[in-house]
């Protein structure tokens, strides 16, 4: 997606350690006309699929997440990083997820009334990275007994290997913006999907 390229090069800020901050218009400070024209992208994209729920974890996938699912009028669940006293424990689905950029590790948890068997899940987060939120939303929906449809993802960095750890669980995946390197603390985007766009 060109424009959110264009505004990585220009707001986004490269620290050390890989680390890519865009907190200026994506995942603090959010840009609602660019949001809203990413979750389009993801609805032209899945459109076809028979999609029941939208599935994400908190904090910084809601704003995305919401969206798409207003896209395809369907409810939208997010993940909670931890277990509100109002929900028993033989009443949720948990995974354990490991946050790469924060080195914490969470129990994810969601509520089992809303996510059944008979659901289609899209799964959206904001970043891919080593891929342990979308694994531990996959699980979820896996112990729901639902299917995950596919998987939507703002920016991908691809010389992780998240898009290969969800690649080997044969899910659909849509990242709007893969990033190749940030070696140097310069931002690359893919040069594969340059020569597609080119081709």
């Known amino acids: ?75 939208m669940v997010f993940a909670k990083k931890s277990k509100p006293a109002t929900l028993k424990n033989n009443d949720i689905y948990t995974a354990e997820v490991h946050s790469y950029t924060k080195n914490v590790t969470n129990t994810i948890v969601v509520s089992e009334k809303f996510i059944n068997k008979e659901d289609n899940v899209l799964i959206i987060d904001d970043f891919l990275a080593n891929g342990q939120a979308t694994l531990g939303l996959m699980e979820i929906v896996e112990k729901a007994g639902a299917n995950t449809v596919g998987v939507g993802i703002l920016v991908e960095k691809s010389f992780q290997n998240g898009r290969k750890l969800l690649e080997q669980k044969n899910v659909n995946i849509c990242s709007l913006c893969r990033i190749g390197s940030l070696e140097n603390n310069e931002v690359k985007f893919n040069v594969a999907d340059d020569e597609i766009k080119k081709g």
């Open 1 to 75: 997606m060109e424009l959110l390229r264009e505004m990585i090069v220009t707001d986004g800020k490269v620290y050390d350690n890989n680390v890519l901050k865009v907190d200026s218009f994506l995942n603090h400070q959010i840009d609602a006309s660019l949001m809203m024209k990413m979750a389009e992208s993801f609805y032209e994209y899945f459109g076809k699929e028979k999609i029941t729920k939208i599935l994400t974890i908190e904090a910084s996938g809601i704003a995305p997440a919401i969206l798409v699912a207003h896209f395809f009028k369907v409810p």
